[in-house]
């Protein structure tokens, strides 16, 4: 391959370790010299592309690159993004070509979830639609946990330890003063239609005696008479009871417990607010005092008690990217998989992003219990290798210190970008 500049965006939701991912991109390209080029990243993610407003990464310093290992965020900044087919969103499609040609741009690493995937298998293929040769890589992440191709997705756990960690320590809180207080608390998670996430607060349980009690997975349709049955049984023989409940949560007929009104930029309802649903219906039909959290923004940008493995396979992607791109692979990602559960052994392989782009991996059936509300044995053998060890960062004044990245700006060579609305 002849040296040309890279690029690297973030896209769609951040993780308590996307940084880490770039950091790694960035110290495995420069690891590279004379070799290649520059490496500029995008703005805001691909809309920072359509505008040419592009960082220099050269400018960034290797401690302000430590201290990305540990900086929740996404520093370069981050968005949802969609792109249309060649024919229906052509302007779109040459004005990243132009942005990518102006800046001699062969190397695209795009660092995102899902959705992020479709967009990367796309633009692996704008040499056929524009003329501009571009390499292709798909870096992974996102706390959901539902990618296809890999074992598990960095930032997933991360996100799993908080709240397992979360959870244990709001359900001491509870039982502590459920003889005069609190007799039923309820946390939801994030998770569309998976509860990856639902069930990682069910390894705050060594056994079935301790909380959660309940766990109400995306996959299971919610019933609420066998709900507040539970919870009441549960309540008699404990004194409390203590709920997961993924914000994806269905009825019999796959409503969604909690749409909002509102709907997200693809048109899809914006969910949450499951929590005060259920505790509502706790509180009137049961009259017990009921409590609920969100764990919303806070399971996804945790860094102070991020996993030291997810730190690990967040890095590791980063590197592997780089490596494949060097080699000229395009239309690919790089996945973790696992080997073995005891000692937890995984290794980095190439995957195929057609394999990847619009599938979806949910909880497996094998992962929920018999019963339905709570995880199985297998499921705690692959959960619980993910959110081994820790990550300490550096504290100052009882804060902890994250990165200020220079941030300098790649001058602009193309007149200014006229939004069609498209995307």
């Given at each position: 391959?002849?040296?040309?500049?890279?690029l690297?965006?973030?896209?769609?939701?951040?993780?308590?370790?996307i940084?880490?991912?770039?950091?790694?991109?960035?110290r495995?390209?420069?690891?590279?010299?004379?070799?290649?080029g520059?490496?500029?990243?995008?703005?805001?993610?691909?809309p920072?592309?359509?505008r040419e407003?592009?960082?220099?990464?050269t400018?960034?310093?290797?401690?302000t690159?430590?201290?990305?290992?540990?900086?929740?965020?996404?520093?370069?900044?981050s968005?949802?993004f969609?792109?249309?087919?060649p024919?229906?969103?052509r302007?779109?499609?040459?004005r990243?070509a132009?942005?990518?040609?102006a800046?001699?741009?062969?190397?695209?690493?795009y660092?995102?979830?899902?959705?992020s995937?479709?967009?990367?298998l796309?633009l692996?293929g704008?040499e056929?639609?524009?003329?501009h040769?571009?390499?292709?890589v798909?870096?992974?992440?996102?706390?959901?946990?539902?990618?296809?191709?890999?074992d598990a997705?960095?930032?997933f756990g991360?996100?799993?330890?908080?709240?397992a960690v979360?959870?244990?320590?709001?359900?001491?809180?509870?039982?502590?003063m459920a003889?005069?207080?609190t007799?039923?608390?309820?946390?939801?998670?994030?998770g569309?239609?998976s509860?990856?996430?639902?069930?990682a607060?069910?390894l705050?349980?060594?056994?079935?005696?301790q909380?959660?009690?309940?766990l109400?997975?995306?996959?299971?349709?919610?019933d609420?008479?066998?709900?507040?049955?539970?919870v009441?049984?549960t309540?008699?023989h404990?004194?409390?009871?203590?709920v997961?409940?993924?914000?994806?949560?269905?009825?019999?007929?796959?409503a969604?417990?909690?749409?909002l009104?509102?709907?997200?930029?693809g048109?899809?309802a914006?969910?949450?607010?499951v929590?005060?649903r259920?505790?509502?219906?706790?509180?009137?039909?049961?009259?017990?005092?009921?409590h609920w959290?969100?764990?919303?923004?806070?399971?996804?940008?945790?860094?102070?008690?991020?996993s030291?493995?997810?730190?690990a396979q967040?890095e590791?992607v980063?590197?592997?990217a780089v490596?494949?791109?060097?080699a000229?692979r395009?239309?690919?990602?790089?996945?973790?998989?696992?080997e073995?559960?005891?000692?937890?052994r995984?290794?980095?392989?190439a995957?195929?992003?057609?394999?990847?782009?619009?599938r979806?991996?949910?909880?497996?059936?094998?992962?929920?219990?018999?019963?339905?509300?709570?995880?199985?044995?297998?499921?705690?053998d692959?959960?619980l290798?993910?959110?081994?060890?820790?990550?300490?960062q550096?504290f100052?004044?009882?804060l902890p210190?994250?990165a200020a990245?220079?941030?300098?700006?790649?001058p602009c060579?193309l007149?200014?970008?006229?939004?069609?609305?498209k995307?």
């Amino acid at each position: 391959m002849r040296p040309c500049n890279a690029l690297y965006a973030q896209a769609g939701g951040v993780t308590a370790v996307i940084n880490a991912t770039a950091a790694a991109v960035i110290r495995a390209w420069r690891a590279r010299g004379e070799a290649v080029g520059a490496l500029y990243a995008a703005r805001g993610g691909m809309p920072g592309v359509l505008r040419e407003d592009l960082i220099d990464t050269t400018a960034e310093s290797d401690a302000t690159l430590s201290a990305l290992r540990h900086t929740p965020g996404g520093i370069f900044g981050s968005a949802r993004f969609r792109l249309g087919e060649p024919e229906e969103d052509r302007a779109t499609w040459s004005r990243i070509a132009s942005v990518l040609r102006a800046h001699d741009i062969g190397i695209l690493f795009y660092n995102g979830g899902n959705g992020s995937a479709v967009t990367a298998l796309q633009l692996a293929g704008l040499e056929q639609v524009c003329g501009h040769r571009l390499a292709c890589v798909h870096i992974p992440k996102t706390i959901d946990n539902d990618m296809a191709g890999t074992d598990a997705s960095p930032g997933f756990g991360s996100a799993a330890k908080y709240l397992a960690v979360s959870l244990r320590e709001a359900a001491a809180d509870v039982a502590s003063m459920a003889g005069t207080s609190t007799r039923v608390f309820i946390l939801e998670a994030m998770g569309r239609n998976s509860g990856w996430m639902v069930a990682a607060m069910g390894l705050a349980a060594n056994d079935r005696q301790q909380p959660p009690h309940l766990l109400l997975f995306a996959e299971r349709p919610f019933d609420p008479d066998d709900f507040l049955a539970r919870v009441s049984t549960t309540v008699a023989h404990h004194g409390y009871c203590v709920v997961g409940v993924s914000e994806g949560l269905r009825t019999a007929d796959g409503a969604f417990i909690s749409a909002l009104e509102a709907s997200g930029p693809g048109g899809e309802a914006q969910l949450g607010g499951v929590a005060p649903r259920l505790a509502a219906l706790v509180r009137d039909r049961l009259g017990l005092k009921c409590h609920w959290a969100t764990a919303d923004y806070l399971q996804r940008s945790a860094r102070h008690i991020a996993s030291a493995v997810d730190l690990a396979q967040a890095e590791a992607v980063g590197t592997a990217a780089v490596d494949f791109a060097i080699a000229g692979r395009n239309g690919v990602m790089p996945g973790i998989l696992r080997e073995c559960d005891a000692p937890y052994r995984w290794r980095i392989e190439a995957v195929a992003l057609h394999e990847v782009a619009g599938r979806e991996k949910r909880l497996p059936a094998e992962f929920i219990s018999p019963d339905g509300h709570h995880i199985s044995a297998a499921a705690r053998d692959y959960l619980l290798p993910l959110i081994q060890g820790e990550a300490p960062q550096r504290f100052e004044d009882g804060l902890p210190v994250h990165a200020a990245p220079a941030l300098v700006p790649v001058p602009c060579r193309l007149p200014p970008w006229q939004a069609t609305g498209k995307s």
